[in-house]
């Protein structure tokens, strides 16, 4: 792992989006421990079975508060649809509106968590303020060929920010 790793951040906007996936509740602690991983292993078994996928190679990691100040959170593990007719069994559906984003990407043989200190300070730094609009904390875009168990994964970090 890269110690003094640097992480550039730029602003990105991205147009209000639906995505249909699977839903995942927990502690971050049990996130940590690969809850989460589960999950996405199920939404690549299962994308056969949802209908007007958009970008079939991207997987999205949606976060949100469960409980305002809570150990817990909500997350997804989605793909993004140009429309939502038909939600197969057992999957949710999610509407983001268009926001803005401070934007990274986390490279292989990175630190996560130093990851995301980078682009937590970035933020700062420029002067934004985390726009959690309907408690969405963050999201991450992973290639949909990962292995969702790699220890050493790469994916595009995403947090909504507004100036």
């Known amino acids: ?11 990105t906007s991205k147009e209000a989006f639906h995505a249909i996936g699977l839903k995942w509740e ?3 602690a049990e ?21 007007h996928i958009i970008n079939p190679d991207i997987m999205l990691g949606l976060s949100y508060h469960a409980t305002p100040g809570g150990d817990g959170f909500t997350h997804y593990a989605a793909i993004e649809v140009e429309k939502v007719d038909n ?9 983001v509106p268009t926001l803005t984003y401070a934007t990274c990407e986390h490279h292989k043989d990175q630190s996560i968590e130093r990851s995301y ?4 300070d ?5 002067g934004l303020n985390e726009n959690n609009v309907d408690h969405l ?6 290639p949909m060929n ?13 947090i909504p920010v507004t100036r």
């Open 31 to 51: 996130a940590g421990a690969g809850a989460i991983r589960e999950i996405q292993t199920e939404l690549k078994e299962r994308l056969k079975e949802i209908p």
């Open 122 to 126: 970035w933020i700062r730094s420029e």
């Open 1 to 11: 792992m890269t110690i003094n790793q640097k992480n550039n951040a730029v602003l």
């Open 137 to 142: 904390t963050h999201f991450e875009k992973y």
């Open 146 to 158: 990962q292995d969702p168990y790699s220890t050493d994964p790469e994916f595009t970090i995403m």
């Open 87 to 95: 939600i197969p069994s057992g999957m949710v559906s999610i509407f």
């Open 26 to 28: 927990g502690t971050f």
């Open 117 to 120: 200190d980078n682009i937590y």
